[in-house]
């Protein structure tokens, strides 16, 4: 949150004080949206297209040289650079008595997709994890809500299967809100 403070205050100042630098700074919120939006849903092959294509026409702040994807880049605006993934890796540290199946190892992959799901639950905007079975989407979401504030966000879970059908998920989400008035729906009072 400090950090995110600390960019806000960046941006107030680049308005009244350095507008190209701000332009900047939009252009590769820009760049990052398109990225995640069009390219990270391509097949792989089409990924090193588009990321090549991206890399190769970034006019105002280029990437880094390297044969790493763009989707192994976020653009930190306090540094004004473009910035590896793999620098934003903490080291693991073991809990004791933490449970073996709740252990999430951070690597680059756990980084991204919990800065991707932070963005999107912070503005209440929705997101969509898309991949076979076996990519941990499950597990980036579990490990996500598990660190944030209990106070501020309910989270449920609903297990699907080939059996589940529209009347199953109705009655199995109904039965996690209660109806308030009309249209409305919420949590259970004194939840």
């Known amino acids: 949150m400090k950090q995110s403070k600390e960019k806000m205050e960046l941006i107030r100042k680049l308005k009244s004080e350095n507008e190209d630098q701000l332009k900047i700074i939009y252009e590769t ?3 990052f949206a398109l990225m995640w939006s069009f390219g990270a849903v391509l097949p792989e092959d089409g990924k090193v297209k588009f990321s090549n294509s991206l890399k190769s026409n970034v006019k105002n702040i280029k990437f880094p040289d390297s044969k790493d994807l763009c989707f192994q880049f976020h ?4 540094e004004g650079k473009w910035v590896n993934w793999s620098q934003s890796v903490n080291q693991y540290r073991y809990t004791e ?7 999430v190892v951070p690597t680059t992959e ?3 997709n919990k800065f991707l799901l932070d963005l999107h639950i912070n503005r209440g905007k929705p997101i969509l994890f898309v991949g076979t079975a076996g990519t941990a989407k499950t597990t980036y ?6 660190e944030v504030d209990k106070e501020k966000i309910r989270t449920a879970s609903i297990n699907f299967n080939s059996y589940t059908d529209s009347l199953s998920l109705q009655q199995i989400m109904e039965s996690n809100v209660d109806k308030r008035f009309g249209k ?3 949590p259970p009072p004194n939840t």
């Open 29 to 31: 919120m820009f760049i």
């Open 75 to 78: 653009y930190d605006m306090l």
């Open 97 to 103: 008595g933490e449970l073996f199946e709740s252990i």
């Open 110 to 112: 756990t980084v991204k």
């Open 141 to 146: 979401i579990k490990d996500y809500f598990r």
């Open 184 to 186: 409305n729906y919420g």
